[in-house]
T-cell receptor
């Protein structure tokens, strides 16, 4: 079983729509959860993190965490063409490393 | 805004050669990391480093790899004898705190693309 699983996509949404990204993780000891955005050929760029069950909003982004279901999601509201990228879910236990999923590719159609 | 920097942006080497990848972490950060990403694959953790010691390493980080903080600003990854399968993008990251249980964000540098021929 993979540590962190994401749908690879591509997820295609029209401009202005909501993009919904999902991530599941296998280790119940995971404590903090991160969403990174990665443009092709570039490095991961932090969007937001979450560590408590529930929702956390930051601008057009909302992260949702459900530890009982071992599930974390990211909603992108009012999607823009500049949001077209690969979105990486990363999970951290009580150690130092981030464990990444393979990423979901999002394409926003103008 | 402070950022992690890495040099070179692209390194081409022959199989069996040694390479050193360099990173300058964000200045007030205390924890440093190396990750790699083989083309088309996920980002993989290699090693974390704090207080001049390796704090954690993955099974990828074998005896061919080493890390060093040679001065107050640089953090390096050395690959002693490169293999074809070492071709990847190598990312350095740093964080302010790495304490267990503390939510701590890692900021990534732009990466070094290593090509082993």
């Amino acid at each position: 079983q993979k540590e962190v699983e994401q749908n690879s996509g591509p997820l295609s949404v029209p401009e202005g729509a909501i993009a919904s990204l999902n991530c599941t993780y296998s280790d119940r000891g995971s404590q903090s959860f991160f969403w990174y955005r990665q443009y092709s050929g570039k490095s991961p760029e932090l969007i937001m993190f979450i560590y408590s069950n529930g929702d956390k909003e930051d601008g057009r982004f909302t992260a949702q965490l459900n530890k009982a279901s071992q599930y974390v999601s990211l909603l992108i509201r009012d999607s823009q063409p500049s949001d077209s990228a690969t979105y990486l879910c990363a999970v951290r236990k009580d150690d130092y490393k981030l464990s990444f999923g393979a990423g979901t590719t999002v394409t926003v159609r103008a | 805004e402070p950022e992690v920097t890495q040099t070179p942006s692209h390194q081409v080497t022959q199989m069996g050669q040694e390479v050193i990848l360099r990173c300058v972490p964000i200045s007030n950060h205390l924890y440093f990391y190396w990750y790699r990403q083989i083309l088309g694959q996920k980002v993989e953790f290699l090693v974390s480093f704090y207080n001049n010691e390796i704090s954690e390493k993955s099974e990828i980080f074998d005896d061919q790899f080493s890390v060093e903080r040679p001065d107050g600003s640089n953090f390096t990854l050395k690959i002693r004898s490169t293999k074809l399968e070492d071709s990847a993008m190598y990312f350095c990251a740093s964080s302010e705190r790495g304490l267990a249980g503390w939510v701590d964000t890692q900021y990534f540098g732009p990466g070094t693309r290593l090509t082993v021929l």
